[in-house]
């Protein structure tokens, strides 16, 4: 098991390094002003020693202008991806010779790359004194040949270098050398970003602190355990804004939503030499939300975890039952290969994706076809979709005639051309051979809207593997290092006596608006009061206030002192350069903003030009259209790589759509012209809103001053239940909007609402949900149509149709009876009305407790306290204060923004009894006048709207 005392192999100091790292990293400090010679090859240690190789300051190395990322969500359905089982996966996998030949073409895409690279002259003249066949040679040119257009202008010559060495290092020093395949090194632990994050400099910082950590341990899986407890002492879960955060970024701020841990995770793995790669369900089918996780190959096969959700083992994880209740799982690779025996679903655009559904469930096979007049369509594909907050989302496409593998239950399989939407409702139980065929007879009417059911079993998990690899010993030091982490960074974002005596001698409502500020995850809350003294008065100050309040979630954490300053100086600098009759909130919005959409954070309007003004607003702003189209080009999106900024885009003088439309925002802004981005369209403001297309050159109405001119209009939304207004139905979990596209639809991040809301002309999809306890969904679709100027109603219905009897479905997993007796044997007592929550520490806990948030004024109506109890191992505590203490930062954090509060304590010995099933965890409990109408086990993050049922049956 293990070779000698692993516990002693971490110094004491790491807590103490990292939060050394932290406020380097903070700092800003540039590792970039590294000088290299002409032929710059030299060991991964002496490129260490001149990049800086301790690992605060390494960190500190990545500057806030590199960093970025792009939402989850948005990623099409299509590049997410996964492979997780608890069965084994074949030793064969990746067991080629140890120098396979180079891909037919490599070379050629490398000097592709060069070509355009920002960097490309020092890149090639360090790629040329690299050694045929050598471990450098085949890392650099791996990464090169599939490099995202984003890392064109933030992957430089130093970046590079400190991935390629030390990726070569990892592979030359792992105690595992013989046993892993050089192709899985090179598709697995070469590649320098996960996702779409920034690229930043994270490769030598982790490997030189988790060294220590791995040290003493004789297989892969338990080197692979250590690496994860190490990230769970950086960071946790907590919802963030969409666009992924560099791994540096989420160890300065300490918390990253699920992606952001399972970036972090695959970095660290990887800068420890262990192959990993990103799993994801796009989108899960029985409840709202997705989720990503890890994989790593250890000891000959792969395996799963949780990122920064360290367990006993690998292949144990919350999400083991969710997994196994999904319609389709997919690993991602970087780079385009062979990835047998595993099989592929698709190999393009510089990513290489794998259908794992298999090793989660016992699937089903689906072949799906076009037939009838669409036989011949064969530029068309049929998209499979799950009803997923409030809309219809797909997960997977295949060609007419291809089979592929979905999880059990049903899917709304779709096709078309814009115009016409072919749906047909399909799907099965394990094992079964599916036929789908659309035809004409398969068009659904956008009209009339009719119903259709996606039913999904409640099939038990696949047993969790249950077997102890980690020491006690282990398991209490990274609590005593969380703990410290944790106290580094409070002691960052604490204001010192003097600061709070200079924030309580501000007004009341500033006072009040800083404190707000105070919230978002600024590293050093120090920093704010070094910009207010800086801005003490005037509009320069009402700017700063501005700009704080309207900085997201990462900004703050992107953007140094020098970078804050650079975009409100310049702001100021411009707002009066065309004499515009600009509202302070136009000014607020279209110029001062750094946020566009989901670039990157950073000083970007420094490296933007301030072009001649050329007579009026309007003038200026065909100029300015001309110069930035005569400039740019256009590229499809990939998977990989951080959208770019607009002084990339500038820049390199190309991006993808969106790229290029967020550049000319940013330009706008840069010379004085409020803009912004909506609903992937560019809008400029002269004496309104006016249409943009920085793509065509085309201003719309730029002689038209009425309202709705620049191409909106306004929708009235309304959803009814028994034919009367429904009041009560939420957005992303009842209704959503999407845009129609060929046979599926594109559901943009809006936030439709109830009642009437200014939108974009063009045609579009409303959709209507309803999600019953287990999972199983009825949808319906409505098209609608906005001019501009006008106001279109579109209505649509939630009322659920035939085939589906509530029955026992708001009960079940648990005895009621055995739960309150539990329940009072913890000491909560026996009430008639109440909602009662257990849960255990974790991500489905923080997600749950979101969802409860969404029906809890209801339950406040009808006097229905909520009462939480979280789960422990070990004795269980009466004790208020030790309850209070016992509960984790990120739980303390949900359960306060809630108002929620812990009632009480339960073993988690007590509650595995009560069920056969180990995941029981969390439970909900809803009781009215002394009788049980909701008792649900298990995650779900749909867990208000099978309330809300609830809740209207009983009459409350």
């Not at 030598?204 to 602190?209: P, V």
């Amino acid at each position: 098991m293990r070779a000698g005392s692993t516990s002693s192999s971490t110094p004491k100091s790491a807590p103490n390094r990292i939060a050394s790292f932290v406020r380097a990293f903070v700092a800003g400090v540039s590792f970039f002003g590294t000088a290299f010679g002409v032929c710059p090859h030299a060991s991964a240690g002496e490129a260490a020693n001149a990049s800086g190789n301790a690992f605060r300051s390494v960190v500190a190395s990545a500057h806030p202008a590199t960093l970025g990322s792009r939402v989850v969500a948005s990623a099409h359905p299509a590049t997410l991806g996964s492979r997780v089982a608890a069965s084994a996966h074949p030793a064969t996998l990746g067991s080629r010779v140890a120098n396979s030949a180079r891909p037919a073409g490599l070379r050629s895409r490398v000097d592709a790359t060069l070509a355009r690279h920002a960097d490309g002259e020092r890149i090639s003249a360090w790629l040329a004194c690299l050694p045929e066949d050598s471990l450098e040679r085949d890392a650099a040119e791996w990464i090169l040949a599939w490099l995202p257009l984003s890392d064109l202008a933030a992957l430089d010559l130093p970046l590079l270098r400190e991935h390629v060495e030390v990726a070569a290092e990892s592979y030359r020093d792992a105690p595992w050398r013989d046993e892993l395949p050089r192709d899985l090194w090179l598709h697995f632990v070469v590649p320098h970003r996960v996702s779409q994050e920034p690229a930043q400099a994270w490769r030598r910082a982790f490997r030189e602190e988790l060294l220590p950590r791995i040290q003493g341990y004789d297989t892969m899986e338990e080197a692979a355990l250590a690496v994860n407890r190490w990230c769970r002492e950086q960071a946790t879960f907590k919802s963030t804004s969409g666009r992924d955060q560099g791994p540096l970024t989420t160890v300065a701020r300490g918390i990253g939503r699920c992606e952001e841990e399972m970036i972090l995770t695959i970095s660290a793995l990887r800068a420890a030499g262990i192959p990993a790669r990103s799993c994801a369900t796009p989108y899960w089918s029985f409840t709202d939300n997705n989720h990503a996780w890890v994989e790593a190959w250890a000891d000959g096969r792969w395996w799963y975890l949780g990122g920064c959700e360290p367990d006993r083992c690998l292949n144990r994880a919350w999400f083991t039952g969710a997994a196994s209740r999904t319609g389709f799982v997919r690993s991602v690779g970087y780079g385009e290969f062979d990835p047998s025996p595993e099989p592929l679903y698709r190999a393009e655009d510089g990513s290489t994706i794998i259908n794992s559904t298999r090793v989660y469930t016992d699937p089903i096979r689906v072949t799906a076809s076009l037939a009838g007049s669409w036989a011949d369509s064969t530029d068309l594909e049929i998209h499979v979709n799950v009803l997923n907050f409030g809309s219809l989302r797909s997960v997977a496409r295949v060609r007419s005639g291809d089979t592929i593998e979905l999880g059990p239950g049903e899917y709304a399989f779709t096709a078309g051309d814009g115009e016409t939407l072919l749906l047909q409702v399909a799907g099965g139980r394990s094992g079964d051979e599916v036929q789908v065929i659309l035809d004409d007879s398969d068009r659904y009417d956008l009209t009339a809207s009719p119903g259709f059911w996606l039913r999904y079993p409640e099939s038990d998990a696949r047993p969790v593997r249950d077997l102890d690899l980690v020491a006690e010993t282990e398991q209490k030091r990274m609590e005593r290092n969380i703990a410290t982490r944790e106290s580094d960074r409070s002691r960052l974002r604490t204001p010192t006596e003097a600061e709070r005596v200079q924030l309580d001698g501000l007004p009341e409502g500033e006072r009040k608006r800083l404190e707000t500020v105070f919230e978002k995850p600024f590293p050093r809350i120090s920093t704010l009061f070094a910009l207010l003294g800086e801005y003490p008065e005037g509009d320069a100050h009402v700017a700063l206030l501005d700009f704080l309040e309207m900085a997201d979630d990462k900004d703050l954490l992107e953007l140094d002192l020098t970078g804050i300053r650079s975009h409100i100086d310049h702001a100021l600098e411009v707002r009066k350069r065309f004499a515009l009759a600009m509202p302070d909130s136009i000014f607020s919005e279209g110029i001062l903003a750094c946020r566009i959409e989901r670039e990157p954070g950073g000083p970007w309007r420094e490296s933007l030009p301030l072009l001649p003004a050329e007579g009026d607003a309007w003038s200026a702003l065909r100029s300015m259209l001309a110069a930035w189209v005569a400039r740019t080009d256009t590229e499809d999106e990939t998977f990989f790589g951080a959208p770019l900024d607009p002084s990339q885009t500038w820049k390199l003088g190309v991006g993808t759509e969106r790229d290029v439309k967020v550049g000319f925002v940013g330009l706008l802004r840069r010379n004085g012209i409020p803009a912004r981005y909506r609903h992937g369209t560019v809008e400029a403001w002269i004496d309104g809103w006016y249409g943009v297309d920085p793509v065509s050159g085309t201003v719309a109405g730029d002689d038209a001053s009425a309202e709705g001119e620049g191409g909106s209009g306004y929708v009235e939304i309304a959803i009814t239940r028994d034919g009367e207004p429904y009041g009560q139905a939420e957005s992303y979990r009842d209704f959503n909007v999407s845009r129609p596209r060929d046979g599926w639809l594109e559901s943009p991040w809006w936030d439709p609402v109830l009642g009437r809301q200014e939108w974009d002309s063009g045609t579009f999809i409303l959709c209507s949900a309803n999600r019953v306890p287990g999972g199983s969904i009825f949808g319906r679709l409505r098209s609608f149509e906005i001019r501009p100027g006008e106001t279109t109603h579109v209505e649509i219905p939630i009322d659920i149709e035939a085939g589906w009897d509530p029955g026992d479905a708001f009960v079940s997993g648990v005895d009621p009876d055995q739960l309150r007796s539990a329940l009072g044997e913890a000491g909560l007592p026996a009430v008639d009305d109440a909602l009662t929550f257990v849960f255990e520490p974790g991500e489905p806990a923080v997600r749950m407790i979101e969802a409860l948030g969404r029906v809890k004024d209801r339950l406040a109506a009808s006097n229905v306290p909520v009462r939480c109890v979280l789960v422990v191992d070990g004795e269980v505590s009466h004790e208020p204060e030790r309850t209070a203490a016992s509960v984790p930062a990120e739980l303390r954090d949900a359960l306060r923004e809630q108002g929620f509060a812990i009632a009480a304590h339960l073993s988690r010995a007590t509650l595995v009894s009560l069920s056969p099933s180990s995941a029981v965890a969390p439970v909900v409990l809803l009781e009215l006048e002394g009788d049980v109408h909701y008792l649900r086990a298990g995650f779900d993050t749909s867990v208000d709207g099978g309330l809300q049922l609830a809740l209207d049956l009983a009459g409350q």
